[in-house]
């Protein structure tokens, strides 16, 4: 019931004795448990991961990259932001008004979103979104998630 209603929070989960004659395939937790990581805020099947994470990548770069802060006001996003890439996608980490320059990005701990593209034992690659980098007693920055979230989007269906 918790997965169906994506709760993020803790949760039990018992497995109860079929009564089929024949014994239920095994769950798989890890995957089922894979939106709670984060936890996942967007998610779409693509073809290629590969592809996919450099499509990310590039449009990172483009709207973000080095000192866009006029691509980040264009799409509505006021809370700056700095990327990071990763091997599967980019790592946006928010950086608030008032942030000493000083601090690295991987000091940053006012909140963030990933996105990476990955392949999956069973099932076909995806692209997912998972929130990261939120310090403790961090507000969520739901806003600014919406808004970044919400102009990828639109690219990526483009």
Do not use: H
Request: with cysteine; glycine share 8%; proline share 7%.
């Amino acid at each position: 019931q918790a997965l169906a209603l994506s709760v993020n929070t803790n949760f039990c989960v018992v497995e109860e004795p079929s009564a089929a004659a024949a014994p239920a395939p095994l769950p798989d937790w890890p995957e089922l448990l894979v939106p709670f990581v984060g936890p996942e805020v967007w998610r779409t099947e693509v073809r290629d991961a590969r592809r996919a994470a450099v499509f990310v990548q590039q449009w990172a770069d483009e709207w973000f990259g080095g000192d866009k802060s006029a691509g980040a006001l264009r799409c509505g996003l006021k809370t700056p932001v700095q990327i990071g890439r990763t091997k599967t996608g980019v790592v946006f980490k928010f950086r608030p008004l008032g942030t000493p320059s000083g601090r690295s990005f991987e000091d940053l701990e006012e909140g963030g979103v990933e996105l990476l593209a990955e392949e999956t034992a069973r099932g076909p690659a995806r692209l997912r979104a998972r929130r990261c980098s939120y310090g403790w007693k961090v507000i969520i920055k739901e806003n600014s998630e919406r808004v970044l979230m919400q102009k990828f989007k639109e690219d990526w269906a483009a």
